[in-house]
C-alpha cells in the first residue's frame, strides 16, 4: 500500500484514511517523530482515499488506494534479523492456542518450506480467532506482516502489527478454502499454485503422521491425538477439569469414570446414559482448564497429546485406563475446537450416526470402572489428582542424587547447606518486573539501579558543549568526520571509524565513536553499525564519558562500567583490538582494554516459597539461566518482556488459591550474613530453571 500511495500522491493533496487503527509508536523517542502511529489492518479493510486538486476548474476526482496489492513472499532461507515479512509454510509442530496467563493467548508454530530450513513462530492474540486456525501437522499457512527476530543464533517468528493469517489443508487434491475469521482477505490466483507445489513437497519430503486414533485402538502408556465430540463436562478441583468425550468406537479396556456430583455435570443427562458405555472421561489439568471450561457441549474437538496410564485401585484386581491431558505444551499438548465443515468432522459426525446404540447398552457395565468404590474418600482422589498432575513448572540443572526437604528443616538448620525443595511460589517481589533488572559489578559484589535513559540524554548534552579536537581526527587507526548542525546551536558532530589494515569495514563490522550527538543520533548509529562509544576530546586523546553513562552500545544494549573498581584508559587503547586478524569488538574484551569493569545486568527477585510445613524466602540471582531470557535484552525486547510475565504468571497465577499453584521445585543454598549488630540466613536459588513448555 505505502508504494502505491506513493505513485499516487502529489502536493497539496487532501487524504481520507479509513479502517487504521490509533497507536502509541514505540520508536517516537528514538526517531523523534509523533507520539502516535496509524496502524493498517486487513481486518478492518483499511484503505486511503486521496482528493487532488485538478489543476484546471473541472470536477473534482476521488482516488483510492486498495488494500490488495501483490505481496511479495519470502522463502524461509532468504529470512533477515529485525525484517518484517510475508511467508508460506508447511506446520511440522504446532501448539494449539492455550491462555497465556497474561492478557493474550498464545500459538507455537514450526513451519518449512522446499529450502529445507525451518521457522519457528510464537504468535499472540488477545482474540482466540485471530490466531491461525492449525488442525494438524501438514496444513499450510500464509503469514502477512510477521517480524523475524534472530535470537541463540536461529531466526524465530513473532506477531508484529497488522499480522493476519490463512491456513489451508496440506492434502494433495483437497480443496484450497483458507480458514480465517477475517471477513476481509486478499487471495490471488497464482497463489493456488503456490499451496498445490507445497502440498505436492510435503507429501515426498515431511513425515506427517496418519489419522488421529481411535478408542478402540488405545493401549495404556500411550501418547495420542483423539478427535471427538463432547457430551458432557464438569469441574473436580480447582487445577483439573473433567471431559466427556466419544468417537463412537469403544475402548477395550475398563476404563476410569470420575466421581462428580450429579449437579455439577453439564451435559444431556439423556445423552450422557445412553453413551455411558462409549464415553471415555479425560481428566485435563493446570493451564487447559480454563479453554476447557468455555468448550461448549456438543462440540467437536481434537485433543492432542492424550495420555493413557494403567491403574489399579487399592481395594481391586481389575486394571483399568486413565485418561490425562497433563498440564504445559510440551509436545503440543492442547485442545482444538473443530469446525463443522471440517472434512474429519464431517467424517465422524456420519459415523457417529451410524452407531447402534442399542448394541452398546447392552455390554456389561464392568468395561467402566465406577470410581465409588476405588477411592475411599475424598482425600485418596484429590491425592490421585495431584500425583497426575505436571510434576513442576522449574527444572533442575544439576544434583539430582539430592532428595527433597521439607522447609521446616532447612528453617532449623544450620548454614551453609544445600537443599532440593519441592515448595509453591505464593508471591514475589518486586511486582513490575522491570524493576527487578539490576547491575552487578562481579569485583566488588555491589548492585546498583540501571540508569535512566533520561540521565544518560544530560550527559551527552554536557559533553556536547566541548567542541572536538581537529588535532585528534584522522589517526593511524580511525578515519574521521566533522560537521556543524544547521539549527541555533550550530552543535559540532564527529565521528570516528575504526579501521582495520588501515581499511574501513562494512557498517555491520565497525566500532566507531562519536562526539557531540544527542541521544537520538546515538541510538540511529546503533541501528546500522556493530559498536558505538560515545567519547569526547582531551589535548592529547579522546576519552569517555563519565562511567554515568553507557562506555559501550551495542544494538540495543547499553554496557555500563563500575565507577569504583575501573580504572578508565586512554581511547587510543582500543588500536590493540583493531590491529587484531579478526577484531570481534566484543563487550568484554573492549572493557578490559579500556580499563572498565564490566557491569552485568541481572535479575534480582525475592520468592516466597510455602511446601505446607513452611514458608521461606529465597532469592533469585541470574543472568539468564532461570528465565532462559538474558537480562541485558530483557530491558528494550518487548516480546522477552511478555514472556517473562507470562512466566511468572504461570509460576504464580493472579487470584488463584494457594491449593491451585503449581509446584516448583529447586535448588536452594543457605548462607550467613554478619554484621555489628546481627547475624541472618539468607537462602538462594540455585541450579533450577523455568521448564520449557511453561510459557
Not at 546481627?678 to 513448555?693: G, L, M, W
Request: charged share 20%; net charge negative; proline share 5%.
Amino acid at each position: 500500500m505505502a508504494e502505491d500511495f506513493a505513485k499516487v500522491i502529489r502536493h497539496g493533496d487532501t487524504v481520507v484514511v479509513a479502517g487504521f487503527k490509533l497507536a502509541k509508536s514505540p520508536t517516537a523517542r528514538e526517531d523523534g517523530r509523533h507520539g502516535c502511529h496509524l496502524e493498517m489492518s486487513e481486518e478492518a479493510g483499511s484503505a486511503i482515499y486521496i482528493y487532488t486538486i485538478p489543476k484546471k476548474p473541472a470536477a473534482s476526482e476521488t482516488a483510492s488506494v486498495s488494500v490488495a496489492p501483490k505481496y511479495v513472499y519470502t522463502p524461509l532461507n532468504h529470512l533477515k534479523d529485525g525484517t518484517i515479512v510475508n511467508l508460506y509454510g508447511i506446520v511440522k509442530f504446532f501448539k494449539p492456542p492455550y491462555v497465556s496467563k497474561g492478557t493474550d493467548y498464545c500459538s507455537v508454530v514450526t513451519l518449512v518450506d522446499p529450502s529445507n530450513v525451518k521457522l519457528t513462530c510464537t504468535l499472540f492474540n488477545g482474540n482466540l480467532d485471530s490466531l491461525p486456525k492449525i488442525y494438524k501437522v501438514g496444513d499450510i499457512v500464509r503469514f502477512h506482516r510477521i517480524k523475524i527476530r534472530e535470537y541463540n543464533g536461529q531466526m524465530q517468528g513473532i506477531t508484529s502489527v497488522g499480522f493476519a493469517s490463512l491456513t489451508f489443508d496440506g492434502t494433495v487434491g483437497a480443496p484450497i478454502v483458507p480458514r480465517t475469521s477475517s471477513k476481509v482477505y486478499t487471495f490471488m490466483d497464482e497463489e493456488q499454485k503456490t499451496i498445490e507445489e507445497l502440498r505436492v513437497w510435503a507429501a515426498s519430503n515431511l513425515s506427517i503422521s496418519g489419522p488421529a486414533a481411535k478408542l478402540s485402538g488405545v493401549q495404556p502408556m500411550l501418547f495420542f491425538d483423539l478427535t471427538c465430540q463432547l457430551v458432557g463436562k464438569a469441574k473436580v478441583d480447582g487445577s483439573s477439569f473433567l471431559l466427556k468425550v466419544w468417537d463412537g468406537t469403544k475402548c477395550p479396556y475398563p476404563t476410569w469414570k470420575v466421581p462428580v456430583e450429579a449437579r455439577d455435570l453439564e451435559g444431556e443427562k439423556v445423552v450422557l446414559h445412553q453413551l455411558r458405555n462409549l464415553t471415555v472421561d479425560i481428566l485435563v489439568y493446570d493451564n487447559h482448564v480454563q479453554l476447557a471450561k468455555s468448550l461448549k457441549v456438543g462440540s467437536f474437538l481434537r485433543i492432542y497429546s492424550i495420555h493413557t496410564k494403567q491403574a489399579n485401585a487399592d481395594n481391586e484386581d481389575v486394571s483399568h485406563i486413565e485418561f490425562h491431558l497433563h498440564g504445559g505444551t510440551c509436545y503440543g499438548r492442547g485442545i482444538g475446537v473443530l469446525p463443522e465443515n471440517n472434512p474429519d468432522v464431517k467424517e465422524l459426525k456420519a459415523f457417529l450416526e451410524s452407531v447402534d446404540l442399542a448394541d452398546s447398552q447392552n455390554i456389561e457395565s464392568m468395561s467402566s470402572v465406577e470410581l465409588d468404590g476405588t477411592f475411599n474418600n475424598v482425600t485418596d482422589l484429590e491425592s490421585h489428582l495431584q500425583r497426575c498432575q505436571q510434576l513442576s513448572v522449574t527444572v533442575l540443572t544439576d544434583h539430582q542424587d539430592l532428595n527433597n526437604t521439607e522447609l521446616k528443616t532447612i528453617l532449623n538448620s544450620t548454614a551453609p547447606q544445600q537443599y532440593r525443595i519441592r515448595a509453591k511460589l505464593r508471591t514475589y517481589k518486586p511486582q513490575k518486573l522491570y524493576q527487578c533488572i539490576k547491575l552487578h559489578c562481579s569485583k566488588c559484589n555491589s548492585l546498583q539501579e540501571v540508569p535512566d535513559g533520561d540521565d544518560f540524554d544530560f550527559i551527552l548534552q554536557g559533553s556536547a558543549i566541548t567542541a572536538p579536537n581537529p588535532e585528534l581526527h584522522n589517526t593511524s587507526w580511525y578515519d574521521s568526520a566533522m560537521w556543524t548542525t544547521q539549527d541555533q546551536k550550530q552543535r559540532k558532530i564527529a565521528i570516528h571509524f575504526v579501521k582495520h589494515d588501515e581499511m574501513l569495514q562494512q557498517p555491520e563490522d565497525t566500532l566507531l565513536m562519536i562526539e557531540g550527538g544527542t541521544l537520538k543520533e546515538v541510538w540511529k548509529l546503533t541501528k546500522r553499525f556493530k559498536c558505538v562509544i560515545p567519547v569526547r576530546s582531551t589535548e592529547d586523546d579522546l576519552e569517555l564519558l563519565d562511567l554515568s553513562a553507557p562506555f559501550l552500545l551495542q544494538g540495543n544494549i547499553k554496557y555500563y562500567g563500575c565507577k569504583q573498581c575501573s580504572t578508565p584508559k586512554p581511547i587510543k587503547s582500543l588500536s590493540s583490538i583493531a590491529a587484531e586478524q579478526r577484531p570481534s569488538w566484543e563487550p568484554t574484551e573492549i572493557a578490559q582494554v579500556l580499563g572498565i569493569e564490566l557491569l552485568q545486568y541481572v535479575f534480582i527477585m525475592k520468592f516466597t516459597l510455602v511446601d505446607g510445613t513452611g514458608a521461606l524466602n529465597a532469592y533469585l540471582f541470574d543472568y539468564e539461566k532461570f528465565f532462559q531470557i538474558p537480562a541485558s535484552e530483557i530491558l528494550t525486547n518487548n516480546f522477552l518482556q511478555q514472556k517473562m510475565q507470562m512466566t511468572m504468571n504461570t509460576l504464580c497465577p493472579p487470584g488463584r488459591k494457594l491449593d491451585d499453584l503449581p509446584w516448583l521445585e529447586c535448588f536452594i543454598k543457605s548462607y550467613n550474613v554478619r554484621d555489628a549488630m546481627k547475624h541472618q540466613v539468607y537462602y538462594q536459588i540455585f541450579d533450577t530453571t523455568v521448564a520449557e513448555d511453561v510459557v
